[in-house]
C-alpha cells in the first residue's frame, strides 16, 4: 500500500510558476511509476504528465510541453511537477498517482494509488 499527499498548490498569476510535492510512504516508490493528472470543475480527469521509476522517461500531454517539468527523489520517496509558464486554463485541482509497474501510460486506469489532491489557481 502507498499513500501519496500532494502539496504545493495555490494561487498565482498568469505566467507564473509553481512547484507541486507528492510524497510517498511505503519503499516500493522507487519501483512504481508515477503521474500527475488534473482535474478542473465540470470536467473529466485528465493526464497531465508521467515518469517512469527511474526518472529516465518522461511523457506530457501537448498543452504542458514546455511549460511543466515532471521529476522524482527516489532516495526521498518525493514526486515533483515544475509548472512555469502558468495560464488560466491550467486552473485545476492536481493528483499525483502510482502505478504497480516500472513504466506507466497516460490513462487513469493505469494507476492503482492516488493522493487528495492540490488546488491550482491561475488568475488573470
Known amino acids: 500500500q502507498v499513500q501519496l499527499i500532494e502539496s504545493g498548490g495555490g494561487l498565482v498569476q498568469v505566467g507564473g510558476s509553481l512547484r507541486l510535492s507528492c510524497a510517498a510512504s511505503g519503499r516500493t516508490f522507487s519501483s512504481y511509476a508515477m503521474g500527475w493528472f488534473r482535474q478542473a470543475p465540470g470536467k473529466e480527469r485528465e493526464f497531465v504528465a508521467a515518469?517512469?521509476?527511474?526518472?529516465?522517461?518522461?511523457t506530457y500531454t501537448d498543452s504542458v510541453k514546455g511549460r511543466f517539468t515532471i521529476s522524482r527523489s527516489n532516495a526521498k520517496r518525493t514526486l515533483y511537477l515544475q509548472m512555469n509558464s502558468l495560464k488560466p486554463e491550467d486552473t485545476a485541482v492536481y493528483y499525483c498517482?502510482?502505478?504497480?509497474?516500472?513504466?506507466?501510460?497516460?490513462?487513469?486506469?493505469?494507476?492503482?494509488?492516488w493522493g487528495q489532491g492540490t488546488q491550482v489557481t491561475v488568475s488573470s
Open positions: 498517482a502510482a502505478a504497480r509497474t516500472a513504466y506507466s501510460g497516460t490513462g487513469y486506469g493505469d494507476y492503482d494509488y
Open positions: 515518469i517512469s521509476w527511474n526518472g529516465l522517461t518522461t
